[in-house]
């Protein structure tokens, strides 16, 4: 199983490095690495971040 960062900057840049190369979708990588989709959103959410579904990414 990957390892998903705890430092929600360090988070920001796994994720769309992960969702720019391998996955399709948020959904997709959260049941992949096993993570829940809403807590990722909520950890991101508080450093200004949200998820873009039409570019794949948080922004």
Not at 19 to 48: F, H, M, N, Q, W
Request: with cysteine.
């Amino acid at each position: 199983m990957t390892h998903i960062p705890t430092d929600p900057v360090m988070l920001l840049s796994f994720l769309n490095m992960k969702l720019r190369d391998e996955y399709p979708s948020l959904a997709a990588l959260c049941e992949d690495l096993e993570t829940d989709e809403e807590s990722v959103k909520e950890k991101l959410s508080a450093i200004g971040y949200t998820y873009d579904e039409e570019k794949n990414r948080f922004v």
